[in-house]
T-cell receptor, first 117, second 115 residues
Framework: DAGVIQSPRHEVTEMGQEVTLRCKPISGHDYLFWYRQTMMRGLELLIYFNNNVPIDDSGMPEDRFSAKMPNASFSTLKIQPSEPRDSAVYFC???????????????FGEGSRLTVL | KQEVTQIPAALSVPEGENLVLNCSFTDSAIYNLQWFRQDPGKGLTSLLLIQSSQREQTSGRLNASLDKSSGRSTLYIAASQPGDSATYLCAVRRHSGAGSYQLTFGKGTKLSVIP
């Protein structure tokens, strides 16, 4: 299996621009998570999906952030407009749970490093 | 609210030494606990997953234990090598209803193994 695939790996943009991060979870996994990591705050859960349905978006910092999962193999995290304080590494992760038939082990992608100037 | 603590925040040991990393959590009603490794500029790599019904898991030189009643887990690394240098994070999962999936991470222990 190719693992969780994220793109782009690096993104440098200017304040006010729209940023779209992409994620392909491991095939067959039923949970998908978006995390943000910074030195100051560590790992923060932004939002997660179960079977393509958003379950908890309480970690999304503000309305500038939005996430979608149109199908089981693709998700996007969008920031519009971007601000310098959004600079961080954004991770996507997936897990197979299926009502406890899976192990629930969490697998992470390599992350998308975002720099907003 | 679940809180996960990892102490120490950083640890430096000479090569070849056996070492223990600690993870404590406040709510013992967990489904599982997972240990990760993160190298600089990289994602998190899953090392070991312990289900709540298990007491330990082993993979090569790594052994993770779980004591739910005391809210503690340890990651034992035998015969440490410079390649083990990384940040180690633990995460505790609590299930709280249909579809929900509460996972809480510790802030990690940064391990340096000195040749």
């Amino acid at each position: 299996d190719a693992g969780v695939i994220q793109s782009p790996r690096h993104e440098v943009t200017e304040m006010g621009q729209e940023v779209t991060l992409r994620c392909k979870p491991i095939s067959g996994h039923d949970y998908l998570f978006w995390y943000r990591q910074t030195m100051m705050r560590g790992l923060e859960l932004l939002i997660y999906f179960n079977n393509n349905v958003p379950i908890d978006d309480s970690g999304m910092p503000e309305d500038r952030f939005s996430a979608k999962m149109p199908n089981a193999s693709f998700s996007t995290l969008k920031i519009q407009p971007s601000e310098p304080r959004d600079s961080a590494v954004y991770f996507c992760a997936s897990s197979l749970w299926q009502g406890a038939t899976g192990t629930g082990e969490l697998f992470f992608g390599e992350g998308s490093r975002l720099t907003v100037l | 609210k679940q809180e996960v603590t990892q102490i120490p925040a950083a640890l430096s040991v000479p090569e070849g030494e056996n070492l223990v990393l600690n993870c404590s959590f406040t709510d013992s009603a967990i489904y599982n606990l997972q240990w990760f490794r993160q190298d600089p500029g990289k994602g998190l790599t899953s090392l070991l997953l312990i289900q709540s019904s298990q007491r330990e898991q082993t993979s090569g030189r790594l052994n993770a234990s779980l004591d739910k009643s005391s809210g503690r887990s340890t990651l034992y690394i035998a015969a440490s090598q410079p390649g083990d240098s990384a940040t180690y994070l633990c995460a505790v999962r609590r299930h709280s209803g249909a579809g929900s999936y509460q996972l809480t991470f510790g802030k990690g222990t940064k391990l340096s193994v000195i040749p």
